[in-house]
């Protein structure tokens, strides 16, 4: 991919989309796919906000259900549905088993009345009563004092960052440009300029590589920019940002046949651990998050604790500890501020506000990225005369063809890369060098995807290619930093860096690991 950032910021566009997350991602692609000349920028790497450190989950939302939010889980169960048809290999099936304990709420009744509705909007049937012996050959290690049965039910998990750079590959199909590393400084227009009658025209940029700023305009400018959109708002803040923190264990130490959603002993908050990409992810906490949002958050000791005491009451037979965790990620919700006592208690669906002349939307959910844009371009169809506005939703992902069954990829490969490249996955097998089309070990990453990474998928700092295009970050211990040197024999030359450069961004990276992605004893 080639990166004219001079050239694309010299040009004036119709829609400019500020946040490369998922949201501004499915904005770009919604809008290119319909003709209009888009153009979107990160401040920062694709994805680097709340979009690489979600719980990965494409999910209807049972909590949503619960507060009686109907429209919102049906659409989320809907857009599950469309993912799973039309992203297979990147939105994978995922099922879950609910102990039903001795006094847990809910019990048995509520929650299979939950699910069957939620079955029912999905027209399918996921859901099923175990009683405990069946239910423990389901979930293996689980405590079993109380354990009366269990529930089954099926939701679908992805990798939230490749679910970007999908979107952006498929937009950038359509004609989209999206630049990494530019980062929108200030608005052109808007409250208290002169002209325009006060509205903002665009955005003034700076490029993060080469430093260079440029004023770009646009016939309407988005904020999409999650935990962040306060900052391009004239208006006064209306969010509270919330941290989500997670656990990545090894698969063999925290073995699951599937996800098993449990209740937390304390506070009886849903939390759950899944098997996801070699590795077992456990989530999330619910806290208020005051820290500088330009500093990549991190969990703390007190979430650190929590987790481990939701293990050891469901799992306690393995004797968890914190030695046996990997990594750690955390990610920041942008919810809207109702000056609720428990955080977990404000609602999470997405906003959007049209001030100024400029669209800031922000919530939501990954599951619903397409909704949230379609719902994006309804409210800025007025404000595009002259744009034939048709927004029904359209095949998330054009059809990529199946590769080739000779190619002997490892098992399971070939839908993998499939829903993460589309079209260009054949491109990615062919560019393998020998041996690359071997797993790394402890995760399913194949070597080949770090190539291709570097060669294509505009890598500007090692934790792009480490944490982002990658997993690696968080599936090894310290960031991978045993499986560097074959990282560089690999990528350094694909990237352009000489020996000093390399040398720079594996400090920085590693550094990064120790600080934000680690556990809080391991950062002394
Ligand atoms: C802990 C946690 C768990 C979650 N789990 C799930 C889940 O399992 N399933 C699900 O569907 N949803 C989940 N979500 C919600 C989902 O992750 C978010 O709704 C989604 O990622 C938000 O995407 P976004 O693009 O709006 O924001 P972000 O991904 O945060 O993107 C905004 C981007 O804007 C950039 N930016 C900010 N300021 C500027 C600027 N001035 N110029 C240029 N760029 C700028 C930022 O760097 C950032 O990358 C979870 C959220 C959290 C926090």
Redesign the pocket.
Known sequence: MTRDVAGALAQDWDILV????????GILLEASRRGLRALL???????????????????GGLRYLKEGQFALTRE?VHERESLLREAAGLVEPQSFAFGDYDGRKPGRHAFLLGLAIYDRMAGQRGRHYYDKHEFLQMAPHIRTDGLRGGICYQDAKTD?ARL?MRVLQEARGHGGVALNY????GLLGGSGSAGSAGRVRGARLRCGVSGAVHEVRARLTIN?????AD??RSQAARLRP?????LVLPAWRLPLAQAVSLMHPHDGRPVFAFPWEGVTVV??TDVDHPTDLQREAAITQEETDYLMAALHDQFPALELGEDDVLASY?????VIDTGKADPSKEA?DHVLWLEDGMLT?????????RAIALDVLAKAAPLLPAWQADVAPRPIFAPSPALDYRLRLPPGQALRLQGRYGAQAAALVAAARPGELEVIPGTQTLWAQLRWAARHEAVQRLDDLLLRRSRLGIQLRQGGAAQLPRVRAICQQELGWNDERWAAEETAYLALCKAHYSLPKARA
């Open positions: 500020i946040g490369g997350g998922i949201t501004g991602a920028v990160e401040q920062r790497d694709f994805a680097w906000g709340t979009s690489s450190r979600s719980s990965k989950l494409v999910h989320s939230d970007v530019v980062a929108a400084e999409a920019t999650g935990a962040w900052r391009l919330l941290r989500g923190s997670h989530g999330t955390a990610g920041v919700r942008p999470r939307v922000t919530g939501g959910k990954l599951t619903t990225f």
